[in-house]
Each structure stands twice: as C-alpha cells, then as structure tokens.
C-alpha cells in the first residue's frame, strides 16, 4: 500500500491524533507498555499499579496517540466503559502468564464487546499476550484460543506476544495498531476484516 | 477448563477459572491456607497434602495454576496457617503446620523454628512402674496388667505417650516394645487439635498475629509469634464438672492486646467461649451434633456453625440459637465468603455429594455444583484475584472458582429464601410497635362497647348465613349448578365451547360422580334464542353413564344473528318422566369473530 500510504502521510494525517484506550487486568503490564512507546526523557523508571487512570502522549509512524492508562484492578474497572465511547481503538493486554485469570480476562473481554459503544464499531482491538518471558507464559495462539477471539467479526483484532520490559513484540503490534486507527480515520476505506490475517499484510 | 452445566435456578456468578482433576490432593479445610509467601502481592495457595493418611505427606504450595513447590512432612498435620510473625520488610508470612505435639513453623518455605507443646506432669505410680520394669522388678504381664488398672483410675487420656502405645498393643507384641521402650523416660506430651491465628495489637491485614492453639489435654494456647512463649493458658473445663472437652474446631476474632474472644466447637458437642483474662472458657451452648466447620461473623461474632446433623446453625455471641436450617446433605466443610462491595459475609457450605451452597444469613443466595464432595474449601486472595474458591474435592481434584466481578447476589429475599425449623422462628423477637394513643382509644372503647359489639357481629353473621342458604335454596330449585348431588343422579357437567365463530363447537362432559350406581334415560337439552343460533342437535340421548368416566358430547352451533352479537345458551340435562331438570348451566357464548363472518 506504499502510494496511498504515503499520500495519507502527505494529506494532513500528519497531524491525525488518535485516542486508545488501553486496558487489560491490574499487573497484566499495561503502564510498562505505555512506558516502552515514551520518549526516551519521560520515562519512568519506577511503575507502580495504576490508580484510576493516566493519560499519556507518544508518536508512531507521525501519528500521534493519547493513550488512556486504565487501572485493571477490580474496583476500577467499571471505569473503562465510560471512555469506550470517545476511542479510536483499544490496546487489550494480557498477562499470558497467569493462566488463572484467563477466565476473568475472558469475561472483561465479553462485557468490552458486548457493550452498546463497542458493539457494532469497526474499532481495532490489539491484544498484547504480554510477559511472553514468563516461565509458565501461554502462547499468543494460545490465549487467542482461550479468549475466543476468532468469535470477533465485525472488528480488526491481531495479536502479538510482547515483553514490555525488553519492549520485544511491541513494534510489530503497534505498528499493525497505527494502520488500522489510519484506515478508520480515511472516509471509505475500510478497514480489513478481523482475524490475525489482517496482520499479515 | 472445564464449564459446569448452567443452573437455571441462579445466575451464574462464577467463573471457572482452572480445573485439575488430578491434582490428588486429599485434604481438608483446615489445612489449606492462602498468603502472600514471597511478598509481590501474588497470594500463593499452600495446602497441606494427607496422601494415604501415613505416607506421601506434604506441604504444596501452588502458584496461580502450576504446582510451585513441595516439602515432604514427618507427620500428619492437623492444621496448616499462615500468619505474620514480625514486622521486617518485605512483609513475609511464615507458614505454621501443626502436626503431632510440633507446630512447624516455615518461612520462605525453609524449616525456621519447631516449637513443641509443654509436657504434661505423669502420674507418679506409672512412673514408678516403669522404673520398676526397666530394672526387672515385676514381669511384663503383671506390669500390663498394674497399667490397666491405673488406665481405669486415672483415664487413658492421663497416660505416658508410650503406655498408651503399649496398652494399644497386641499382647504378642508387649514384651518387644516394654524391652525397646523402658530405657527411655517416660514421657507425656499432648497433641495439637486444632489451630487458628489472633491478630497481636492491630487489625490490619499484614499486622502480627497470635497462633492459637487447641489441644488434646483440653487447653487453648495463645503463642506469641516472635518468642513462642505462652501468652495464654485456658482450660476447656466447666466450673461444676470435671469433664474436659477436647477443642475440635477453633475460631478467634479481635486482638489480643485488647480484647478477643476465641470460640472453641468441642468433641463432646460443647461450644465454648474464652475472653481475654479468662483462664477458663465458658459454655455457651450444648448443641445438638458434632461440630464440622465454624466461622465468626466479623461483624456481630455470631458463630455459624455446621452440624453433623444436617443443620447449619447460628449463635448469638451469647450462644443463643439465632436460627438453624436443614441442610439437603451432611456438611463437608464450610468457609466464609467476605463480600466487600456488597457489604455482606456469605458463608459457603459444602455438602456430601458435590453441591456447594451460599448462605447470607440463612438466605440460600447461590448454589454451585463440583463432581465431588468438597473436603476442603477456602475462599481468598489467590495469585491477583482477591475473590477465588479453591476447593478440594475427595477424589483429590483441585477447582478453582473465581467470582465475576459483575456478580450482584441477591441478598434482599426473593423466592429463595430457605425454610426455617419453627423452633427457631419462634426464637425470633419481633418487633413491636409502640401502643398509639389511637391503639389506645380503641381498646377502652371495645372493652365499654362489648356486649353491642358482639350482638351486631351475631347479627350480621346470621345474617350472611340466611343469604347464603337462600342462595343455596334458589340454585338448586332451578337446578342452576352443574354439579348435582340431589337424588339418584349425582352429576358433574362441564362445557367448553371452541372455535371462533360463527360455527362454534359446543363440547358437554358429563361424569356420574357417584360411587356405584348407573345412571340412565338422561338426555341433554339446548335452550337458546333460534334468532341468534341455530344447532344441529338441540337435543342429545345421554347413553348409561358408568360411575368415574366422563362421557364427552359435541353439538355444532352457529350464531345466525346478523349483528353478530353473542347470546347465553342454557344447558339442561333432563330426565325420562321427570318435569324438572337434573341439572342446567348458562353458557355465556363468545362474540364471534366478525373477519370470520365475511
Ligand atoms: N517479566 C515481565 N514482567 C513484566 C512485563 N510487563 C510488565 N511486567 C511487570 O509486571 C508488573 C505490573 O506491570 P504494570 O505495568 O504496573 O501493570 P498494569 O497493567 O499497569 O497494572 P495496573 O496499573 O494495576 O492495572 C510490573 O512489575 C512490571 O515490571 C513483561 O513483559 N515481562
Ligand atoms: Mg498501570
């Protein structure tokens, strides 16, 4: 898609901000993800749990995103609803190592898609089967499994095993994620049917 | 995974979040504990496994889904707790496992400190036969023989470890042991029952706490956690008898600085009560069965308790029944399920055969269904989710359950609510209202007024009897009532009228209600307006009507009127040489359909 791409690059998209949303359960690495795609002075060193949520800015492939940090901790999680509504896509990190809650992540999943401002919408969801480096860490195939994501239809969705702290799988989902937002964005394009074949263009 | 049938009764408010079948892990409540081991907020699952009951004895600990480690024990152990020990940072939990007359305590899941029950004092004559058969005094069999006397004195209860061992020998296998055993003193140690934590000098969830302690010789020890010193030493013991109960199940709440109270369920059915100071508990109750499982309300200190009788009871903190129910089958175990978010504390029960249920109060709120019955059953912090069930089932299969966090347990009533034994219900204070000056006034005025009050109610009350019993009269002089019971012919008729018009079909049931007699020469007999219908068979020959059967009669009829409005029909069952009908109904027909006219 080299012309189009880079005519969209040329025709004010230059200055395209989008709004993630970037959620998944408390301690699945969201923060540390958030914290990778910062400039290299913002960083912080230190990253504690999520209270609430944080907002934080950074560029890829001259887009620019206004990330919301959700916290994944139970009691906050009724928050993430009220900002499905105003965002251009959603960031969905999974801790593949705790094989645990993989039930919960699965359920958080279900509201997310069956929620009247998610339902229907072309939104691209990149889930992050994050902590790839974990001992006991489940595939990406794996966690797409147990999530059921092939049941999504109507939305583009890849999946990319990730380690936030090295910051090693994180490209290549961020960069499937910064062409869909683009697609959405440009009227009458659009965008390419789920599925990870969507990523491997 | 594995995904349970869906209960149609209850929503389902859990997710089932791991399922291993073949854990093996046999093991019961009290053995099974959920901490915080390494201090990183990922709560790990430690659970003592009983193997056989003698062999593969050990402490598990599961992290998340995987098994994380293994410690092999020397002995079968009676209780596994975790609990805080001292203040230093990071805040790691030791784990206590009691096993014997030892309480083990493990920190970082290495051996850190034994600490052994006290020995008891012996009595003296046992002593002195012991010293007596180790320098070859008396024989073996004179010995034995001196020890069962004693054993009949002082109880079997008050004896050494080792005569105790020896009197539960074969008399083939004496000699060797009283050989093997002689040399050594002779010693009286107690084994530990049961065991429960008491949180030190603050309530916070990391703060230090107590090990409390229940043992076989009938005492509850309070240890300090850093010194394992005896803080405290209470007798299970009455103030008039000399009978000592041994703690079977403990449960403590408050602080032990302050004040505690600390709840012991005993072997003889005793529910007993120690306080801070007390060097002897209190009886609250004598219930009714064996205790199997306990838990304090955090709130009241209410004790809800689980019997061997089928019952799931609850005490005051004075030891008054509060309520108590029948349970579908005998409790397994039980545990308290905290709900912060709807500010409740349910209380799980598991029962023989693999139904798990959720009482709030002794509202049922929920039901879960496991394959087996579940021995052991905590609900907790476990990995990061701060609401998981773990249950250990019989067959040693590990489930873990996680609540949804969208579950809302109904705990308002409803339909669900179970029965209540009326014992207990009459327990129950009402509460009554103040008396109103209305109440008052009233009062004084029907206790002046009586004699006229109660001569306008005979009154009126003679009154509805006349009219009823006109009415009665009336109905049965016109035979107006399907039913006849008068004379020869008792009789029931039924009508029902199908379609919708204007072709109707009339469908008459007759039965012969009596007990044996036949009933003959009937004949049922149409009465309506030939404007408005017109029948087929105004007229229908009722053959022999058997006694019990239901003799079916159908008759078309058509609504002939052109307005297409709707009329009674009069049914009449008639006698061969009688004047009067045996019976009538008014059928009221319906309109008809008028798009079914054109
Ligand atoms: N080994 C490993 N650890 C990771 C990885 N990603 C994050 N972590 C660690 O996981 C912990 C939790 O990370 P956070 O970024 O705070 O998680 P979060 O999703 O923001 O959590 P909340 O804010 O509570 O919702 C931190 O200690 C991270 O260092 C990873 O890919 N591999
Ligand atoms: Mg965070």
Redesign the pocket.
């Known amino acids: 898609m080299g012309l189009l791409d880079k005519l969209v690059t040329l025709f004010g998209l230059r200055k395209q901000e989008v709004k993630v949303l970037v959620v998944?359960l408390?301690?699945?690495?969201?923060?540390?993800v958030l914290n990778h795609f910062k400039a290299e002075d913002d960083k912080s060193t230190e990253?504690v749990?999520?209270v609430g949520f944080n907002i934080e800015k950074f560029k890829n492939q001259n887009v620019g995103f206004t990330a919301l940090?959700m916290?994944?901790?139970g009691r906050y999680r009724d928050l993430w609803e009220f900002y499905y509504k105003d965002c251009q896509g959603i960031i969905f990190?999974v801790d593949s190592s705790d094989r645990l809650r993989l039930a919960v992540v699965r359920h958080e999943l279900d509201l997310l898609l069956q929620h009247p401002d998610v339902a229907g919408r072309a939104l691209p969801i990149l889930f992050l089967a994050?902590?790839?480096?974990?001992r006991d860490a489940l595939s990406s195939v794996k966690i797409a499994a147990g999530l059921g994501l092939d049941r999504i239809l109507d939305k583009p969705w890849h999946i990319c095993a990730?380690?936030?702290?090295t910051g090693e799988g994180l490209e290549e989902g961020v960069t499937w994620f910064t062409q869909q937002v683009r697609q959405v964005g440009q009227p009458g394009n659009r965008p390419s049917r789920g599925g990870p074949l969507a990523a491997a263009k | 995974m594995m995904s349970s049938p869906r209960n149609l009764e209850y929503e389902q408010l859990w997710l089932n979040a791991h399922t291993d079948t073949r854990a093996a892990v046999y093991t019961f409540s009290s053995c099974i504990t959920l901490a915080d081991l390494n201090a990183d907020g990922d709560f790990k699952l430690v659970v003592a496994d009983l193997g056989t009951g003698s062999t593969n004895v050990k402490l598990k600990v599961y992290k998340g889904t995987s098994l994380h480690s293994e410690t092999a024990l020397l002995d079968v152990p009676t209780g596994v707790t975790s609990f805080y020990m001292d203040l230093n940072e990071p805040r790691m939990p030791a784990i206590a496992v009691a096993s014997g007359s030892n309480i083990y305590i493990y920190k970082n899941m290495r051996p850190y400190f034994k600490f052994s029950l006290p020995s008891m004092d012996i009595n003296p004559l046992e002593k002195d036969l012991w010293m007596q058969v180790r320098d070859e005094q008396i024989e073996h069999g004179v010995f034995i023989e001196l020890l069962n006397n004693l054993r009949a004195e002082i109880g079997f209860s008050q004896m050494s470890t080792q005569s105790q061992h020896l009197l539960t020998l074969d008399s083939s296998n004496t000699s060797s042991f009283v050989q093997q055993n002689c040399k050594f003193p002779v010693k009286r140690q107690t084994v530990v029952t049961c065991m429960t934590t008491l949180k030190k000098a603050l309530a916070e969830e990391t703060a230090v706490s107590c090990l409390v302690v229940g043992t076989e010789s009938s005492e509850i020890l309070v240890l300090d956690p850093e010194a394992f010193t005896i803080l405290e030493k209470i007798k299970l013991s009455d103030e008039d008898s000399t009978t000592l109960a041994v703690p079977a199940v403990l449960s403590a709440c408050g602080l032990h600085a302050v004040e505690f109270r600390i709840v012991a369920a005993c072997r003889d059915g005793s529910l007993r009560l120690a306080r801070r100071g007390w060097t002897e508990t209190k009886t609250l109750v004598q219930l009714p069965a064996q205790p199997v499982a306990m838990t304090i309300s955090p709130d009241n200190a209410s004790i809800t308790i689980a019997l061997m009788n089928q019952t799931l009871q609850c005490y005051s903190k004075k030891g008054k029944l509060q309520w108590m129910i029948n349970l579908p089958a005998a409790a397994c175990a039980l545990c308290p399920v905290p709900l912060p978010h709807q500010s409740a504390t349910l209380v799980a029960v598991s029962l023989n055969g693999g139904l798990l249920q959720l009482y709030n109060g002794r509202q049922l709120v929920d039901v879960i269904k496991a394959p087996q019955s579940v021995s052991g059953l905590v609900f907790g912090r476990f990995g990061q989710e701060e609401n998981a069930l773990i249950m250990f089932t019989v067959d040693g299969s590990l489930l873990v359950k996680i609540l949804k966090r969208t579950a809302h347990f109904n705990l308002n009533g409803g339909g669900n609510t179970a029965s209540v034994a009326p014992g207990a219900a009459q327990q129950i204070k009402l509460q009554i209202p103040k008396k109103t000056r209305l109440f008052l006034d009233q009062t004084m005025r029907e206790r002046d007024n009586c004699v006229m009050m109660h001569r306008t109610f005979q009154r009126d009350l003679f009154q509805l009897r006349v009219d009823v019993a006109r009415a009665c009269v009336k109905a049965l002089q016109s035979c107006n009532n399907p039913v006849s019971l008068e004379g020869a012919e008792p009789l029931k008729l039924s009508a029902q009228v199908l379609g919708l018009g204007p072709l109707f079909k009339m469908v008459i049931s007759l039965q012969n209600i009596s007990a044996s007699s036949m009933i003959q020469g009937l004949g049922i007999l149409f009465h309506f307006d030939d404007k408005m219908y017109s029948m087929d068979k105004p007229f229908i020959n009722v053959p022999l009507l058997v006694p019990g059967l239901e003799y079916p009669f159908e008759t078309m009829i058509r609504n002939i009127s052109e307005l297409a409005l709707s009329d009674q029909v009069r049914v009449l069952v008639v006698k061969d040489g009688q004047s009067q009908p045996v019976l009538a109904a008014i059928i009221n027909m319906p309109v008809c359909d008028l798009l079914g006219m054109v």
Request: aromatic fraction near 0%; hydrophobic fraction near 20%.
């Open positions: 998944g408390n301690n699945s690495g969201k923060t540390t990253i749990p999520t940090d916290s994944g901790q990190v994050n902590k790839m480096d974990q990730s380690n936030a702290v």
